[in-house]
């Protein structure tokens, strides 16, 4: 049987289409063969967080996910939701805030949390924390993140700008 | 399969190599799992085809946040993934009669926010934001929860608690076993290998019912060190039925029925430390918990006794 298999699936906006290895993980598809190596590679076994990217609108593990899964669907990486703007006042927060140090854990970081800020807009601080707990911050023991996150929340319900 | 239980006990912390494998075009990529072959199933006879030719080589793949963890730390070598996911008849959540019938391939998320759930299921409602974290439910199904039998899972302890049933399917037909039947041992369940966890099938809860769910884990989303989902009936003051189903505490989710027999009938009223005194003599006496490598079996029957404790005091602050 073929370990090889064909994949056609919207990365960023773009089309893409590639013959993977079965066995290639979704996030080594993304950063080894289309360069997008803003989303990292920490753990790979879903602990970490690093290689969180957004698949059909959700965000998932892209190293629990096989490139060979994703046939047919879309993707967005944090290159993709910095370029549309979609993120940047959460990233404004981030800077702000100093809550990326080494900047390993953040683009997984703000993947996460943006989705935190469409399914949950009255989220308070032990809210945060729970959405986060699946993404591992080495550097910044988190305070600055969880912050960043609210400033974000309240900016957004006021409408205007975070800061 | 204890291969997976070293992985969950090492906390991952367990470094593997990067392969590299070459493919035209792109010079060599990193890789992490063992070569297998990969299908998109796209009906249930095609699975049951399948499986009936590669056998245990072969392996389901549905929400993978368990399987590929194994995979990428090569801990599993199947030749096969049978990806389950665009089977659109093991989705779902519906009303059937008075009891709420769960497809296999449903995944947490929709549990999590299901209507339906928080108003029939509400000790599952409670149980899913301790499962794991956001992007993991997003992925993860009761399928594969119900089929890996994690030891310390919240799902197979719910479907203890609730007396559920799991529906499975296969080649050769289908078949029901009661979930109070169907976790034997650690991985170990009354599941064949050609077999589909189908659907869970629970019984609306009464309206009556009161329930506990908690869990003591290292950090939020964790696997539980120790967790407890109970339920009770309350008349006035008295308890009944007491159900208390613990989960992280031995090899499958621990039914402690002598304990909720003999607890059955007691007042919450008066003294509640004195009932909580009796109901843990019999707890003791019945619960055999095993260490892991994060706790010591006394440890474990501690933490038991903690979540029992915690149980009954929301009971007696809540009855009517
Ligand atoms: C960091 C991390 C933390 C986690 N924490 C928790 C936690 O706290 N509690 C918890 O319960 N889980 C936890 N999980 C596991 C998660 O809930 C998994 O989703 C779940 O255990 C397996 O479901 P799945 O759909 O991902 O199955 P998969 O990983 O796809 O499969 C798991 C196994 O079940 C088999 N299988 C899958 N579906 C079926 C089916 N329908 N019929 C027959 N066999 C099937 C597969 O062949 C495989 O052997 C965690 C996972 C990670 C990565
Ligand atoms: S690399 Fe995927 S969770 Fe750590
Ligand atoms: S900023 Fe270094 S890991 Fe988070």
Partial sequence: ?163 | MPSMVSWRLRGGAQRVRYRYVHQPNWGKIPVKAPPFAYVRATSLDQVFDLKAQHGDDARILAGGQSLMAMLNLRLDAPELLIDINGLDALKGIDEDGDAVVIGGLTRHVELERSALVATHLPLIAEAMPNIAHPAIRNRGTIGGSIALADPAAELPACVVALDAEIKLVSGAGERTVKAREFFHGLYDTARNDDELVAAVRVPKSPVSRRYFFSEITPRRGDFASAGLAATVEIDGDTMSDLTLVFFGLAGRPILAARTGDAASGAALTGDIDQIIGQVHAVLDEELETQADLHSSAKMKSHLARVLTKRALTQFAAGRS
């Fill in chain 1, 1 to 163: 049987m073929d370990e090889t298999t064909v994949i056609s699936c919207t990365v960023n906006g773009e089309a893409v289409e590639e013959i993977v290895p079965a066995r290639l993980n979704l996030v080594d598809f993304l950063r080894e063969k289309l360069d997008l190596t803003g989303s990292h590679v920490g753990c790979e076994h879903g602990v970490c967080g690093a290689c969180t990217v957004r698949l059909d609108g959700v965000i998932v593990r892209g190293c629990l996910t096989l490139a060979a899964q994703v046939n047919g669907a879309t993707i967005e990486t944090i290159e993709g939701v910095t370029a549309t703007g979609e993120v940047a006042d959460l990233q404004e927060a981030f800077l702000a805030r100093n809550a990326a140090q080494c900047g390993f854990c953040t683009p997984g970081m703000v993947m996460s949390a943006a989705e935190l800020l469409t399914v949950n807009p009255d989220a308070g601080r032990a809210e945060i924390r729970d959405f986060l707990s699946g993404n591992y911050c080495r550097c910044t023991g988190y305070q600055a993140i969880i912050d960043a996150v609210e400033t974000t929340l309240a900016g957004r319900k006021n409408g205007g700008s975070t800061t």
